[in-house]
């Protein structure tokens, strides 16, 4: 199986700041590499797709960049309703699998 | 309107059996693989497996592997996610979930998802 690591694990960051969340793979997996963002009580949410493709109707806001190991998703200037976890998964082979998630606050 | 509705929160005990259900609506069923998802309490997504309903070819996790089954009634939309003897260690969230194209692999994300069906197995 091949193994997604993100980080960080969590984050606190302030309004307005530059937010960035790394996923690696352990192997290459081309750019088959998508982001979802989950808030509580909720279902998972499809942003990005092929590592830097932006779902319709997320905010531009949001941003992914990488290809073969190492990938990046960005938030260009965190907001309240950003507020959430984030999981990259990888859909190159199967099975596929997930990043283990990244907790974004507010500080 | 592309729907996935899951069917409602279960409370088992260790040994019971269960089944879960998925229901696909707004496009055609046959046409597009159906997910499986596991999320247990305040843990991360794990990806269990997933079925094709036109042919009914299913890959599964190594994890999940005996034990589950996942199977779909293409008859009336729906795809299923089984135990034949639950443990406490499958209290989770279920989400079931559809990629945004035919494919699975390397197609664009799942962008469809159920609101997810709660299991809790106690004694």
């Known amino acids: 199986d091949i193994q997604m690591t993100q980080s960080p694990s969590s984050l606190s960051a302030s309004v307005g700041d530059r937010v960035t969340i790394t996923c690696r793979a352990s192997?290459?997996?081309?750019?088959?590499l998508n982001w979802y963002q989950q808030k509580p009580g909720k279902a998972p949410k499809l942003l990005i797709y092929?590592?830097?493709s932006l779902q319709s109707g997320v905010p531009s806001s949001f941003s992914g960049s990488g290809s073969g190991t190492d990938f990046t998703l960005t938030i260009s200037s965190l907001q309240s309703e950003d507020v959430a976890t984030y999981y990259c998964?990888?859909?190159?082979?199967?099975?596929?699998?997930f990043g283990g998630g990244t907790k974004v606050e507010i500080k | 309107e592309v729907q996935l509705v899951q069917s409602g929160a279960e409370v088992k005990k260790p040994g019971e059996s269960l089944k879960i259900s998925c229901k696909g609506s707004?496009?055609?069923?046959?046409?597009?693989?159906i997910g499986w998802v596991r999320q247990m309490p305040g843990k991360g997504l794990e990806w269990m497996g997933i079925?094709?309903?036109?042919?009914?070819?299913?890959r599964y996790s190594p994890s999940f592997q005996g034990q589950v089954t996942i199977f779909a009634d293409k008859s009336i939309t729906t795809a299923y996610l089984q135990w034949s003897s639950l443990k406490a260690s499958d209290s989770a969230m279920y989400y079931c979930?559809?990629?945004?194209?035919?494919?699975?692999?390397?197609?664009?994300?799942?962008?469809?998802w159920g609101q997810g069906t709660l299991v809790t197995v106690s004694s």
């Open positions: 707004g496009y055609t069923f046959t046409n597009y693989w």
């Open positions: 079925i094709y309903p036109g042919d009914s070819d299913t």
């Open positions: 998964q990888q859909n190159y082979i199967a099975p596929l699998t």
């Open positions: 092929a590592a830097s």
């Open positions: 192997q290459s997996i081309s750019r088959f």
């Open positions: 979930a559809r990629p945004a194209e035919r494919s699975f692999l390397g197609a664009p994300g799942f962008q469809h």
